[in-house]
């Protein structure tokens, strides 16, 4: 059911020619490292996060993506790193993304097994920057000089 809905506001997307509100999530571990998850769909690296569903706020949506995604709890947001929407970022769909750094917790696991096909966590130095999906390089470059980006 949740896949049609999302489906079904892509369409309405492209009808209406809005563009569609999303989050990407930051993930810090307690120990610092950052978890990415492995897409499906084009085999890359990628933040966690999804679209805002109707009705939701944007912590809700974090919280939501992030336990589907990655079986993570959210222990806390701790900042806006940016709003990115450049009509490009997403090859998909013209989307706006609200990009936060959260604090999470819990045992990594793969939930969404049909958008997701591998979760890890990386330090600083060995994250895969030149292997990331969309505009998520330059979401966590920002992220690591502190800024707090309207793109």
């Not at 892509?10 to 950052?34: A, C, K, N, Q, Y």
Request: glycine share 10%; net charge negative; hydrophobic share 40%.
């Amino acid at each position: 059911m949740q896949r049609l809905w999302q489906f079904g506001q892509t369409v309405l997307g492209l009808i209406f020619r809005h563009p569609i509100t999303g989050t990407s999530i930051i993930p810090i571990l307690p120990d610092g490292e950052i978890v990415l998850i492995q897409r499906r769909d084009n085999g890359k690296w990628a933040l966690p996060g999804g679209m805002v569903n109707w009705g939701e706020d944007i912590a809700t949506t974090v919280r939501r993506e992030l336990v589907e995604e990655t079986g993570l709890d959210l222990g806390r947001i701790r900042r806006l790193v940016g709003v990115y929407s450049a009509p490009d970022r997403d090859p998909r769909i013209h989307s706006i993304c609200i990009v936060v750094e959260a604090e999470v917790q819990g045992r990594m696991q793969v939930q969404d097994t049909l958008e997701v096909m591998g979760i890890q966590a990386f330090s600083r130095c060995s994250l895969p920057l030149d292997q990331l999906s969309h505009d998520h390089t330059q979401q966590i470059q920002d992220y690591f000089d502190g800024l707090t980006t309207l793109a």
